[in-house]
């Protein structure tokens, strides 16, 4: 069994993804993570490519320990010095220097022969090595080059003192046999090679990055390169998770390790999409929002009878939040009826008939089913027609500072009148502390959305939340020209749904005591 080098390069090729351009201070932050993930090494950026960059590569050599530093640089002199000064204050420093070898980036991207793409990449690992011990060689686009002039190339960065050997497959090209004819060409032909790391660097273009990854180190890669969540250029990179929990949960087929702490791996996923504001698509592989979510009635049953019989790991070991059963059309009896017990109610054979053909019917007509509706349907309520038990009189909001402040009534269905006062980070934040304050209702704020739901500057913006409310599910809408007013009203729209399903509750459970004469 090989212990399998894990080169996070997030914070360099991932912040290369459209839209996930990063601050010094949040990358910063990200690296500091991406450490305690236990990752051996982090790429921090291109030092030439601008002064920001070189700024944010320094930083984190200088304050992140515990894991090897490596800064990008072209096959040219300065680009080499600049890498080698940022990486200065670093406990481990690597230089990682590349030049395309490929005839389409050689004849039409750098203009220059075969022989001098050689000479570059010599004199390059040269100069390098002379600054630091720790040097990676990429052959970009590796995968379209012509395997001869490859090996030449890889040759003579070897004989240079390149330690690692990076094959990048940089726009997604290969397929995984390829890979691995590729790398096992490689290890044969290049004197010393086998004595380096051969690492792999893979791009997502056909899909195929993680499984071209895999066929690397199954070929005698020691080294992979990959990204959280798999951002990147184009369709992205190999993701990391993906990678590290295959050789985890596969370790009998593939025979390897790393040095990740997979615990932590759903955390860390999070942590960059609030950075960058890019989601992982729902059906994300280990971290998205529906790997670990069952709806189908066999799955939930299986699921409910032991997790193994549709999980292949559990979300502990990933740090994910746990397993979810989502009420749907295709959900079974077994499923519903065990969300209702987490509810709090034991159903009859009667009333778990006649719900499940409610909610089916439900299920047809709206995406998600919460337990707004579960407790609707039981108690053959409609949410969406609740009584207004609090109404918005008034809100005045103050903000411009660190810190908004907002005061509120609130008039109840009994004709009481609620005044507070509130603050917090933002205008919305502000009102929701405030309304808070005076209302009976511990209000967990999971999703707020805002759009245009009118045209023109005078628009009407609509406000839609998802909340947990005595933990609880519910959702809220508001309009109104300020969009705060709005997010008021959706707020109060939650708690009156909230309101509601407490009377159906205690009407519920003063039924069922004077059933069992307790």
């Not at 601008?50 to 200088?62: L, M, T």
């Not at 000479?119 to 001869?148: H, K, P, W």
């Not at 932590?264 to 059906?283: C, D, F, K, M, V």
């Not at 790997?291 to 070991?317: C, K, N, W």
Request: some cysteine; glycine content about 8%.
């Amino acid at each position: 069994m090989a212990r399998i080098t894990v080169f996070d390069t997030t914070l360099r090729d991932g912040e290369q993804s459209p839209g996930a351009t990063l601050t010094a201070m949040e990358k910063l932050r990200m690296a500091h993570e991406i450490a305690g993930l236990g990752v051996d090494v982090i790429e921090a950026g291109f030092a030439a490519s601008s002064p920001e960059d070189a700024a944010s590569i320094r930083g984190i050599a200088a304050e992140v320990r515990g894991v090897v530093i490596a800064a990008l640089a072209r096959t040219t002199p300065g680009d080499i010095e600049a890498a080698a000064e940022v990486l200065e204050g670093a406990e481990r420093g690597r230089i990682h220097t590349f030049i395309a070898t490929s005839d389409i980036h050689l004849e039409r991207k750098l203009g220059i022969s075969g022989a001098e793409c050689v000479d570059r990449a010599g004199e390059a690992v040269t100069q390098a090595r002379s600054l630091v011990d720790d040097v990676e060689f990429s052959a970009e686009d590796a995968t379209r080059t012509d395997i001869d002039f490859l090996c030449e190339v890889i040759g003579v960065a070897v004989s240079a003192g390149a330690t690692t050997i990076n094959i990048p497959d940089t726009v997604g090209y290969a397929v995984p046999a390829e890979i691995s004819k590729m790398f096992g060409t490689l290890l044969v032909r290049v004197p010393g090679l086998a004595d380096q790391v051969l690492s792999a660097h893979c791009h997502d273009d056909l899909g195929l990055a993680v499984a071209n990854s895999l066929a690397a180190i199954a070929a005698g890669a020691r080294q992979v390169e990959c990204t959280v969540n798999g951002i990147g250029e184009r369709a992205g990179n190999a993701a990391l998770e993906e990678i590290v929990m295959a050789i985890h949960v596969r370790a009998d087929e593939l025979g390897h390790e790393t040095g990740v702490k997979t615990e932590r791996l759903y955390r860390t996923s999070r942590l960059l999409a609030h950075l960058t504001g890019i989601e992982p698509q729902p059906n994300k592989a280990i971290v998205g929002r529906n790997a670990f979510a069952h709806e189908a009635g066999i799955h939930q049953h299986g699921v409910l009878s032991d997790p193994r019989t549709y999980e292949i790991m559990t979300p502990e070991l990933v740090g994910a939040p746990g397993t979810e059963l989502v009420l749907g059309k295709h959900s079974g009896r077994h499923g519903i009826e065990a969300r209702y017990e987490a509810l709090g109610y034991t159903l009859t054979r009667e009333d778990l008939d006649r719900v499940t053909e409610d909610l089916k019917a439900l299920a047809e007509r709206k995406k998600t089913v919460l337990d707004e509706d579960l407790i609707s349907i039981l108690h053959h309520g409609v949410m969406e027609d609740v009584r207004e038990a609090f109404r918005l009189t008034s809100l005045d909001v103050h903000c411009g500072g660190d810190v908004s402040h907002a005061s509120v009534v609130i008039e109840t269905d009994n004709d009481l009148r609620l005044e507070a006062s509130g603050s917090g980070d933002g205008p919305i934040m502000a009102a929701f502390a405030a309304m808070e304050s005076v209302l009976d209702f511990r209000v967990v704020l999971d999703d707020l959305t805002v759009r245009s739901a009118t045209p023109g500057r005078d628009a009407l913006g609509e406000v839609s939340i998802h909340a947990r409310v005595d933990a609880h599910t519910f959702t809220g809408r508001g309009a109104h020209t300020d969009v705060v007013h709005a997010a008021a009203q959706a707020y109060l729209h939650a708690v009156n749904k909230a309101a509601a399903a407490r009377v159906l509750e205690e009407a519920h459970l003063e039924s069922t005591a004077d059933q069992w004469g307790v």
